[in-house]
């Protein structure tokens, strides 16, 4: 048993790394969005839905994908008191919630077996904290905390947490799935699927369709909404490089660490279960791949592969790490693992001192100028958005503007303007006509664009493709370049 100043002296190497944590991600300006990848899409909707602006059509959707209902109550509190500085309340509510996720985490796995691990599960938790605060899915790191902690406790509250978890991040159902069959509890799988029911039925009802219709294809088919993700097998490359913000790489060493210190688990069903998930992933991706290629797949097996495939299972990665250090055998070793993790989190806190912080530090003045001018045309204009997409750069899912899905973002900021598509991914979900160079599914030179914007008595047109400004070059002389934006005025 540990004695008092033990704990004492892990609980300082604890909160020291927390204050370290911070140190790497205090941004210059707080009133500043964090914009990078998914947080414009958060904030536009939770903006959107206090404000009352959203499509009653579209709001199960945008419930059930976007995860941004974290992020309604600290909106809701603040229109109260007449602060309308949303960015300032996203930013300080996204790092709050993280803050307190790990404060939680530390505090609870007191008189638990994880224990004797806590310092290697909190440097996890920190390492998937930047991340999601950096990448805009703070949900999945609170979904991950409540979970680990629901499997630590013995009483009633483990059901609420685990319910809790659920119903932010409804695809942990995966993972807890096959938690409960290691572990031999249904019941608490169950109830905690019961709890959470109402979101995940609606998860459903948006996905449902859309995995029929992609069944249904012989053809390649390509979705972008999240639910499917391109099969490229050099996508394994970017879990391996770990490259999800700025020198994150300085992380790799504390991952291997982790990684090291997890095999010596007194649970090896969890390392087996772990390398045979993965090897199923990498098997569903093969065949995904093959039939985005063309080739011919039963749908027995396609089926299977969307649903090992499809909810991203690289998000897993942290569970089956967590669940597998909660377990690892302590060793005389690991004071040593301790210093060398804290280690590189010192040198990466150097490099946020020294201005390269993982959180942006401003806007681009490109977004800024867009805004600008959109705010600057006439009243009442009627502005038809192209979305964007990912793409596939050297193996890595990315955003092609700004790194970052910033058209809900820059479409929130623009007063008295009405406009036709919300610039999410996800058109087949969110019913965007117009994403990424095509109008309907269609190219532009093939579809009935121009008898739209007649119908529908459309005066501008916000696009980012060379598709996009290539077709309109022709029918208006009146186009805006403002950085990788293109603003077209549509000739009466």
């Keep these: 048993m540990d004695t008092l100043s033990q704990k004492l002296k892990d609980k300082n190497f604890l909160f020291t790394l927390v204050l370290i944590t911070i140190i790497i991600l205090y941004p210059s300006d707080l009133n500043i969005l964090f914009y990078q990848d998914d947080n414009p899409i958060r904030f536009s909707i939770a903006k959107s839905l206090v ?12 419930i059930a994908l976007g995860s941004s209902e974290i992020y309604f109550l600290p909106f809701s509190i603040s229109k109260i008191f007449g602060i309308k500085n949303y960015e300032l309340i996203y930013n300080i509510s996204s790092l709050t919630y993280f803050l307190s996720g790990i404060i939680f985490l530390i505090l609870s796995v007191r008189n638990t077996i ?95 369709p859309h995995v029929i219709e992609f069944l249904r294809h012989k053809s390649h088919t390509s979705f972008e909404n999240k ?57 569903s991706l093969f065949l995904l791949y093959l039939y985005e290629k063309g080739i011919e797949v039963q749908k027995f097996f396609l089926f299977i592969s969307l649903l090992f495939f499809s909810p991203n299972p690289f998000r897993l990665t942290p569970l089956f790490l967590a669940y597998t250090l909660i377990y690892s055998k302590p060793k005389k070793y690991d004071k040593i693992l301790e210093k060398l993790i804290a280690f590189f989190f010192f040198i990466r806190a150097i490099l946020s001192i020294l201005g390269n912080s993982p959180i942006p530090h401003n806007l681009p ?39 970052s899905h910033i058209i809900p973002y820059i479409i929130s900021k623009v007063e008295e303007k009405k406009f036709i598509g919300n610039g999410f991914p996800w058109g087949e979900v969110f019913s965007s006509p117009f994403k990424a160079g095509k109008f309907m ?24 493709t060379e598709e996009c400004e290539k077709y309109f070059k022709d029918k208006s002389s009146d186009i805006k370049v403002i950085g990788e934006f293109k603003i077209i005025k549509i000739n009466p």
């Design 51 to 62: 404000e009352g602006k959203c499509d009653r059509t579209n709001l199960s959707c945008l």
């Design 114 to 208: 994880a224990y004797q691990n806590i310092n290697f599960l909190t440097s996890l938790f920190l390492i998937l904290g930047l991340v999601c605060i950096t990448r805009g899915s703070v949900h999945w790191f609170l979904s991950c905390i409540f979970f680990t902690i629901s499997t630590l406790k013995k009483n009633k509250t483990r059901y609420l947490l685990s319910g809790l978890a659920h119903l932010i991040s409804p695809p942990l159902i995966l993972f807890s799935f096959l938690y409960a069959v290691l572990e031999r509890e249904m019941k608490f799988f169950i109830i905690t699927i019961f709890l959470a029911l109402p979101k995940t039925l609606t998860v459903f009802h948006c996905i449902y």
């Design 227 to 283: 639910v499917f993700v391109p099969a490229d097998p050099n996508l394994i490359i970017r879990f391996i490089k770990f490259e999800y913000f700025k020198f994150s790489s300085v992380f790799v060493p504390v991952l291997l660490i982790l990684c090291f210190k997890s095999l010596l688990t007194d649970k090896k069903i969890f390392i087996y279960s772990g390398a045979i998930y993965y090897l199923l992933v990498l098997t």
């Design 365 to 403: 003045q490109e977004i800024i100028e867009t805004i600008n001018y959109l705010n600057g045309i006439e009243r009442n204009s009627v502005i038809l958005v192209e979305g964007d997409t990912h793409i596939l750069k050297n193996g890595k899912l990315i955003n092609p503007l700004y790194d």
């Design 441 to 464: 599914g269609k190219a532009l030179e093939k579809s009935n664009i121009m008898e739209f914007i007649k119908q529908n008595g459309v005066n501008y047109v916000l696009c980012w």
